[in-house]
């Protein structure tokens, strides 16, 4: 068998602004430094690789794995402190890491054939990653920084290695997640500005459903999108005088790739039986398509862990695109896995009237398969 | 009480653990008006005494070790070896559950494999569920799945009219929760060509049984090429018996093979527990409904057993196959393992070849009394074991006659399907059945149609 | 070792049983239908028996050892009705037979339609269904066409509590119907406000779990079932916790439409390795025109010593769900399990089963987070990974194996992370109760101090840890050996 190439990279830098109350490290570092922070990223790094080591060792049949790596504190004395030999550095950094770094280190794992990029650092590194691996492989997050609102990173060193071993082994199959980041500078002076800046490709716990009493089958987050995609596919075909405005993000983009067109992930694009009618819309387009279509349905995806379904990532969407669409035709879909790590959903869209509108009751269906929705908590 | 173990003692020392002083402040959550109702249920009695009960009510009944049996219509009276029931009665088989720990089951996941495997070689199909509830709901879920396959795009079914009637209404059940019609093709049994009239581009499925309801073969062949033609699947509803002699419907051209297995080691039971048989083509893995056996193997790399394709199971899109079975049907699915090891190649065959000669020496018997037909709804198809005959009194009355005056439990009575059949009766004929029944029925039939 | 298949064991030329000779002339027979090999494997009787004796010894049941597996209720089936069932006259009857030669039988099933209808506190009872989950689809077509029949057919939506049977979101795509997921309170409850916010016009009907999958009864069951029903929805009980109830709560009497029953849970009927099983259906009187038929009835008129009974089907019936009346033979035991228990055994049932769940409960609770920590029924859920520890539920589960235990109910229900369900019915004693939380003490101590062994369990069973990866990627469903023309060497 021959031994799988893992890209890995620490941004030494990762989750020093947090500690210091600064709400990220990406512009900051001087700052950072000033107020005192210290870096922790290898040792979340540590932490991680010496599980994975372990985990390894036992694991039969044998995996070999064929590390790439960067000098010194971007990767290689991690490794090397955690027992791994099969080393080889392919990058070696400036004494100040930056988003260059990154970049280049990045650029040379993709030259020498990586499986898998497992980096430790937080949203910022993860957006500087699949600006060069470009959905092509898989990036895994060990979760060092301050902001970690993208899908790419395991829930904490341990089960980031047993992800790892999942993906070595080929029980957990890669798919697709939104990679999200804060605008930095915004954040600082008070204002929570999240943007949807990429979809990443990483190996995805499953998502466990119960299929009999007690049987519990597991099934992987992108059938869970094609599940829900086949459903909205149902609807759009039920339904061939209506025009669907589609929101951004990668569970809505699914059901671009059923209808067979090419859905913008960051965009609004229209739909309407079956084809698309426009793409990256901005307000003034989607009123334009408004005034000619009186049956009207926006399929709209929360973004992770905050759950902002309107105000954030999807400004196109204006208080009057919302209005004249309606409540009763906003579809929120996502998948079970995304709703476990946003507990409440809430709208912003700058009107408190319309947000109050919008979180109803307390409560909203959300699509979460086919023929299947869930009631989730609404905060204003 | 002796299937409740706790003393006094224990039961005090229980509940000071949890904190409580009595049994029934565990129920405080319940409805205080609705709690502890007063059930007007017969006094307790010992197993000894329920014993002497059930067997004074089983004993009223007329049973098929007393009686010489020529009723079949989808359930029949075949020969069960010792091995099959001695397997059944061990406790570590029967009283575990669903092999959700492979570890602690390898014993039922292999049955299980070995049950496919042999359920495939002999339907000619190259992948079996682990079991179904039955033959009806087998075919049901078959028509759904035929549903599922054509993704919305075909929502007829033809059912044969030659198909057992129960299985008919049972799939009609099913398909109330479906967007689907069903092709009604008139009394023509055995009829292929009224059958092929009904295909088009709308159809999911066509429904054949073979041996039919009346016991004759179809023509499995034709149908399927003209159901492949016109981009429908064909749905054989088959005897297992009767595939220990003559050709698989998996080997006629047919996309899915069900069965009830009651004829494989499994007591008539008054009509259940029985066996459902479900299988179909390997593409079609993925839409087939119930629960599938894999091989892999173990840490050690060591063979084992364990179910998979789980996430098949919960695939509940309106476009794909659908189930909701969770308990199926595995140990009779496990009688049904050991019939078929004990049978064997050779022993199935016999069989199939006692019941055939058999049934066909009673028409032949029969076909000489006078004013009788045999087979009058297509005389010239070959038949396995079950033959109509038609009577010159309505088959109620030689019935009862045979019951009186013979002791003989008699055919089916085909007008409780149809007035217009009130004279016919459906007969089956197994290996249970001596030459010397067959000679006590025809002389029986002789003097009750006089 | 692993055991030989029986086509690795099949050698030409054997035979499992003799038959006997031809007593009638032959017939031919028709051209081109006969097979020149029908597949089977030939093995001799002594080898099918030792081969099969092999398969049991790698098994685990009820009379093996305890076997906790949540909602499932893995209680002892008393060895009398496996004899009952197997009298001539009931598993020797045929399902055709006209019914004056059955009286036994159908006398048999009409008694266990009125003692189900009593014990559920229902107006009529259906004994068709051959399966829990097969009682919920029955029970969806039969309210689909109850608000049908009113012309309510925009009606569409199902209410799902989050911890119900996971089975009913199935069974609802099985009926056509959309599913609505409630989600539970910080109790273990349904969300009241939710579930309020969900009741509207579309709502065909609630399925509710009794008690939930977290083993907790509903504490405002009435105020739930006043809100579907004040929307004009039905409730449908998923009676497969029944265990925790016979004896001391009729169901029906807080208003639910329907529910199903488990005979081969709280009937105390073998699970038989995955059936077979029966879910009778009890139904109100609003909806009992609507069940699955045929069922059995009296005959009016016959005198109250000799009644006489009938088979009939309702008037407004959906049809049937199977062939024939149902599970026959497993009706037999239960009928003769109630039989023997009455009234006040049932109760005893009920009594012991949350008894005994209670008291495991607080065995482990300090070692295993139990997250919604109040009075349980016949079950209750911790969460499978000790404080401070980063083993899984099923790492637990595995290692349990070792110790001589079946493991509990894993990663169900999906609300509680690394749940662990245990039900460990009535009919275990103190010690084993006292042995099992033992060994789940070990296995904490276990957890934190040599987590390996945890992982690679289990290590004392017939085969380790299996490759379930492997077995849906190499798809391997029937045995690729076909058998022996002759015994090698």
């Known amino acids: ?380 | 009480m002796a299937y409740i173990p706790h003393t006094d003692a224990e039961r005090a020392a229980m509940l000071q653990a949890i904190g409580l002083r009595s049994m029934t402040e565990l129920f405080t959550d319940i409805p205080e008006g609705l709690r502890f109702p007063d059930l007007d249920l017969p006094p307790p009695i010992s197993e000894m005494e329920v014993m002497r009960e059930m067997r004074s009510r089983a004993e009223g009944n007329l049973d098929l070790d007393h009686h010489p049996c020529f009723l079949g219509a989808g359930t029949y009276n075949h020969y069960i070896p010792a091995t099959v029931d001695d397997v059944l009665r061990r406790g570590e088989l029967y009283t575990s559950y669903t092999p959700y720990q492979p570890e602690l089951s390898q014993g039922m996941l292999q049955a299980m494999f070995e049950f496919q495997s042999m359920i495939c070689r002999l339907t000619g199909m190259e992948v079996s569920n682990a079991s179904h509830y039955d033959g009806a709901t087998a075919l049901a879920e078959a028509v759904l799945m035929a549903l599922g396959l054509a993704r919305g795009k075909r929502r007829k079914i033809i059912l044969s009219p030659a198909l057992h009637p129960q299985y008919r209404t049972v799939v009609e059940t099913y398909l109330r929760g479906a967007d689907a019609t069903v092709a009604d093709a008139g009394d023509t049994p055995g009829g292929a060509a009224a059958l092929e009239a009904l295909l088009d581009d709308q159809t999911a499925a066509l429904v054949l049984q073979t041996p039919n309801f009346y016991g004759q073969f179809e023509a499995v062949e034709r149908l399927a090429a003209a159901a492949h033609a016109a981009g429908a699947l064909l749905i054989a509803v088959a005897d297992p018996i009767s595939l220990g002699l003559f050709q698989a419907p998996g080997d006629q051209g047919a996309d899915m093979v069900v069965a009830d297995g009651q004829p494989l080691g499994i007591p008539p039971s008054f009509g259940g527990p029985h066996l459902g048989i479900l299988t179909s083509r390997k593409a079609h893995v993925r839409g087939l409904a119930g629960r599938l056996v894999g091989a892999t193997s173990d840490a050690a790399g060591e063979r084992g057993y364990v179910l998979t394709l789980g996430t098949r199971e919960q695939h509940i899109r309106r476009e794909r196959a659908t189930s909701n079975i969770c308990t199926n049907a595995a140990l009779t699915a496990l009688a049904a393992t050991v019939y078929l090891a004990t049978m064997g190649r050779r022993g199935l065959r016999r069989v199939a070849e006692l019941c055939y000669h058999k049934s066909h020496y009673a028409a032949d018997t029969i076909a000489r009394l006078p004013g009788v037909k045999i087979n009058p709804q297509a005389p010239d198809h070959p038949f396995f074991k079950e033959f109509v005959v038609e009577l010159a009194k309505p088959a109620a009355e030689v019935n009862r006659i045979l019951l009186a005056e013979f002791g003989i439990i008699g055919g089916y009575d085909l007008g409780r399907e149809a007035s217009d059949l009130e004279q016919r009766m459906l007969i089956a004929v197994t290996e249970m059945n001596t030459c010397a029944e067959i000679d006590q029925l025809a002389a029986a039939l002789r003097h009750a149609t006089a | 070792m692993a055991e030989p298949t029986v086509y690795e064991l099949s050698v030409a030329g054997r035979q499992g049983v003799d038959l006997p000779l031809l007593d009638v002339p032959e017939s031919p027979l028709p051209d081109g239908l006969a097979r020149a090999d029908n597949g089977l494997p030939e093995l001799a009787q002594l080898d099918v028996v030792r081969h099969f004796l092999a398969l049991s010894q790698r098994n685990f049941g009820v009379d093996t050892g305890f076997y906790p597996l949540g909602s499932c209720t893995m209680k002892y089936n008393p060895k009398i009705t496996e004899e009952l069932a197997r009298l001539p006259g009931f598993a020797r009857s045929h399902p055709l037979q006209p019914p004056e030669t059955v009286p036994g039988n159908l006398a048999l099933m009409h008694q266990l339609q009125q003692w189900l209808a009593e014990i559920g506190g229902f107006a009529a009872v259906s004994l068709q269904p051959a399966a829990g989950a097969q009682g919920e689809l029955t029970a969806l077509l039969m309210m689909r066409a109850y608000h049908a029949e009113r012309g309510e057919t925009g009606r569409n939506q199902v209410l799902i509590p989050d911890a119900a049977h996971g089975t009913n979101p199935a069974s609802t795509a099985m009926a056509g119907l959309d599913v609505l997921e409630i989600p539970s309170d910080s109790r273990g409850n349904i969300d009241r406000q939710a579930l309020r916010a969900a009741c509207d016009d579309t709502v065909l009907a609630l399925m509710l779990t009794l008690p939930n999958t977290l083993g907790l009864f509903e504490e405002e069951i009435a105020e739930v079932i006043d809100l579907v029903h004040g929307c004009g929805g039905l409730v449908y009980g998923d009676g497969a916790n029944m265990n925790a109830l016979a004896g001391v709560m009729r169901p029906g009497e807080l208003g639910l439409d329907l529910m199903h029953y488990n005979l081969h849970k709280t009937f105390a009927t073998p699970h038989g390795g995955g059936g077979p099983g029966s879910g009778p259906l009890g139904a109100s009187d609003r909806l009992r025109d609507y069940l699955p038929g045929p069922i059995v009835v009296a005959k009016p008129g016959a005198a109250l010593e000799a009644p006489e009974y009938a088979f009939s089907t309702p008037d407004k019936s959906i049809g049937r769900m199977c062939t024939y009346f149902g599970n026959f033979g497993v009706f037999v035991r239960s009928h003769a399990y109630i039989r023997m228990l009455g009234a006040a055994g049932l109760r005893d049932n009920s009594y012991h089963a949350v008894l005994n769940a209670n008291y495991l409960r607080v065995k482990l609770r300090e070692l295993y987070p139990v997250p919604f920590d109040r009075l349980n029924m016949h079950e209750f859920v911790c969460q499978g990974r000790p404080e401070g520890s980063d083993v899984r539920a099923l790492d637990v589960s595995k290692r349990l194996m070792d110790f001589g235990f079946h493991p509990p109910t894993n990663y169900f229900p999906l609300i509680v992370p690394e749940a662990l369900m245990i039900e460990p019915t009535e009919t275990e004693n103190k010690e084993t109760l006292d042995a099992f939380a033992a060994a789940m003490g070990s296995i904490a101590e276990e957890a934190l101090a040599t987590p390996e062994r945890l992982r690679t369990a289990p290590h004392e069973t017939p085969v380790r840890r299996l490759d379930e990866v492997q077995a849906a990627r190499q798809l391997v469903l029937i045995d690729p050996v076909t058998g022996r023309t002759a015994v090698e060497g």
């Open chain 1, 1 to 380: 068998m021959t031994a799988k190439r893992i890209g890995f990279l620490i941004n030494p830098i990762a989750g020093m602004g947090g500690r210091v109350g600064l709400k990220g490290t990406d512009d900051a570092l001087a700052r950072a430094l000033e107020l005192g922070a210290r870096p922790t990223a290898h040792l979340r790094a540590g932490e991680t690789l010496i599980r994975l080591h372990g985990l390894l060792e036992r694991q039969v049949p044998a995996v070999a794995v064929q590390w790439l790596t960067c000098s010194g504190p971007m990767g290689a004395d991690a490794l090397q402190a955690a027992g791994f030999t099969a080393v080889e550095v392919v990058y070696r950094g400036a004494k100040t890491t930056t988003e260059n770094d990154t970049k280049a280190a990045v650029g040379r794992f993709l030259e020498r054939g990586a499986d898998l990029i497992l980096f430790c650092g937080g949203d910022g590194t993860a957006r500087d990653i699949c600006a060069i691996t470009a959905q092509e492989v898989p990036i895994l997050g060990v979760p060092a920084g301050v902001k970690m609102y993208s899908g790419v990173f395991g829930v904490n060193p341990a089960r980031t290695a047993e992800i790892v071993v999942g993906f070595l082994t080929g029980s957990l199959a890669p798919t697709s997640v939104d990679v999200l980041d804060l605008d930095e500078e915004k954040y600082r002076q008070g204002e929570w500005a999240v943007r949807l800046c990429a979809s990443a490709l990483t190996p995805y716990e499953a998502t466990f459903t119960q299929s009999a009493k007690a049987l519990i089958a597991a099934s992987t987050e992108a059938d869970v999108k094609a599940e829900i995609a086949a459903y909205l596919l149902e609807i759009i075909r039920d339904n061939p005088a209506t025009l669907f405005l589609l929101g951004p993000g990668s569970t809505v983009r699914t059901i671009g790739d059923g209808l067979d067109i090419d859905k913008t992930l960051l965009g609004i694009d229209a739909v309407i039986d079956g084809r698309l009618t426009g793409t990256d819309l901005n307000e003034g387009r989607i009123l334009a398509l408004l005034d000619r279509h009186p049956r009207r349905k926006l399929v709209l995806s929360p973004i992770g862990a905050q759950g902002f379904v309107l105000g954030r990532g999807n400004l196109q969407i204006t208080p009057e695109i919302v209005r004249r669409c309606g409540r009763a035709n906003i579809i929120v879909v996502a998948t079970p896995a995304k709703l476990a790590r946003t507990p409440v959903l809430r709208f912003d869209t700058g009107e408190p009237e319309l947000d109050a509108e919008l979180a109803g009751a307390g409560y909203i269906p959300v699509v979460i398969g086919h023929r299947r929705r869930r009631l989730v908590k609404t905060q204003l």
